[in-house]
């Protein structure tokens, strides 16, 4: 078994125990995954009924092969949860996942819970320990943490290492990274993440070590890239609008240039969810308190032209329902913020269900799993888990999450169920020429309506 100098002494790497604070998405993914290593886990949370349900083995959102792994994990006896701090003493590694939401009043990240969740640690944890921060935070953070922490506890030490897991593939994202980051300021912290992903290195993972500053920067630039790769497309949509195009073909015939690539050029009512959103808006934030705002400018217009896509949408609706939405009834598939996922923080379908509710249009949300946490947030809107329900007598229906299951239906049975046949493709997914067939009116952004 490899071994790793630990406080001048050297320790088996699989008698490694291992922290992780913060059991939400991240933090319950990442405990899972690290237990399935080998190591003994325990996952930390102040949230008393998500600790409660992550022991028994239930996971509190949904995420393919999660609570499968979440379970066999348990069973192994290697992974447990607590909401007490006092249960991490014993643990030689320590991972920091707790959120970093937008802040209430501003565009900057909320640090509140990653403060807390240092300054609560600090005390407890054994000499030689190492604390690997892996939330998403301005860039400075991690130096700043570090600082704290030793003139906490002297003895120990903090890494970054940022993750770069999708929801709906979080299991094998974090199973299988395409690269591992680690922020280090020493040799030592470097190896003891050797030890932890050890696996990964031996199934040849690109490993990057970096300073800290880099670590967190990584992280917040390649969101950065993939939001500029969406909004680009969305403008190129507009573009082709204007122009009488069909952005489908344009960024099919684009990607096949191997320095675009087709990935992430899907045109549509643009991104969401918990990430891509404020992180941007955080970068640019921070890149002001740096001195640097006009590097970042161009995130401004990246996040202005995402909106807007949403507010084509609502444009396309009342074109075709003579601009008056007072009392009519519209179908909407997919609440989530994309598919396989029941996430609906900043979601564009619901974004555009409340707006156009708010019109007086009588709005019907359809989605297979995230109906539950959709009507949390928006509890004045109506929501079903029956898709013939959320169709009946609508007249307009707006495909806005791209699930398969909508791929799946037959525009011709559901055409007896609507009262008009109408349908924006807010994801461009769906087989025009089918629904076209069936005798659908179908609209799209960025193509030209055909019939
Ligand atoms: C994103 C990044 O992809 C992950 O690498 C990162 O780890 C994660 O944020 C994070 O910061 O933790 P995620 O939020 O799960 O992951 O979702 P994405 O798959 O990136 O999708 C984001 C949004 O973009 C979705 O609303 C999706 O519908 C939209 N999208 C994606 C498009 O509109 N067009 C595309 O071509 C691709």
Redesign the pocket.
């Known amino acids: 078994m490899p071994t790793v100098p630990f406080l001048g002494t050297t320790i088996s790497a699989m008698a490694l125990k291992i922290s992780v604070i913060g059991t939400g998405y991240l933090g319950a993914t990442h405990a899972a995954c690290i237990s399935s290593l080998g190591f003994e886990v325990v996952g930390i949370d102040t949230d008393a009924a998500k600790i409660a349900a992550l022991q028994n083995g239930k996971v509190p959102f949904f995420e393919p092969d999660l609570e499968e792994l979440l379970s066999a994990e348990i069973a192994s006896g290697r992974l447990t949860f607590s909401t007490s701090f006092d249960d991490l003493r014993d643990a030689d590694v320590h991972f920091i996942c707790v959120g970093t939401p937008q802040v209430k009043d501003g565009l900057a990240a909320d640090m509140t819970y990653v403060n807390g969740a240092l300054e609560a640690i600090a005390p407890l944890i054994k000499a030689g320990s190492l604390v690997v921060g892996k939330s998403?935070v301005p860039v400075g953070t991690a130096a700043r943490l570090r600082a704290r922490l030793l003139e906490i506890n002297p003895d120990v030490d903090l890494a970054w290492n940022p993750?770069?897991?999708?929801?709906?593939f979080a299991v094998d994202d974090t199973l299988h990274p395409n690269r591992l980051v680690v922020g280090v300021t020493n040799d030592r912290a470097e190896n003891i993440l050797k030890e932890v992903y050890a696996k990964n290195l031996a199934e040849q993972t690109p490993w990057v070590r970096a300073d800290l500053p880099t670590s967190e920067l990584v992280k917040v630039a390649?969101?950065s890239f993939?939001a500029t790769k969406?909004s680009f497309i969305n403008a190129m949509a507009e573009i082709c609008e204007a122009a009488g195009g069909d952005v489908t073909v344009l960024a099919k015939a684009i990607g096949y240039d191997p320095r675009i690539g087709s990935r992430?050029?899907?045109a549509?009512i643009?991104?969401?969810?918990g990430?891509?959103p404020k992180?941007i808006r955080a970068f640019m934030a921070r890149a002001e308190e740096l001195g640097a705002r006009q590097a970042l400018e161009f995130l401004r217009e990246i996040d202005s032209i995402n909106l807007r896509a949403r507010a084509r949408v609502i444009d396309l609706v009342r074109r075709d329902l003579s601009e008056d939405l007072m009392g009519k009834k519209v179908a909407i598939l997919g609440a989530a913020?994309?598919p396989d996922s029941d996430d609906v923080r900043d979601s564009?379908a619901l974004d555009i269900a409340v707006q156009i509710h708010a019109a007086g249009a009588d709005v019907v949300v359809h989605d297979p799993k995230a109906t539950h946490p959709a009507k949390q947030r928006f509890p004045a809107l109506t929501f079903t888990e029956d898709i013939d329900e959320c169709l009946r007598e609508a007249e307009i229906v707006l495909h806005l999450t791209e699930w398969k299951i909508y791929r799946e239906l037959d525009p011709s049975v559901i055409k007896g169920l609507v009262k008009r046949p109408i349908l924006i493709d807010g994801r461009n997914m769906l087989d025009r020429s089918k629904w076209q067939a069936a005798g659908w009116h179908v609209r799209a952004l960025g193509r030209a309506d055909t019939n």
């Open positions: 998403t993750e770069f897991l999708r929801e709906g390649a969101n993939l969406i992430f050029l899907q549509g643009g991104f969401g969810g990430c891509l992180d913020f994309k564009p």
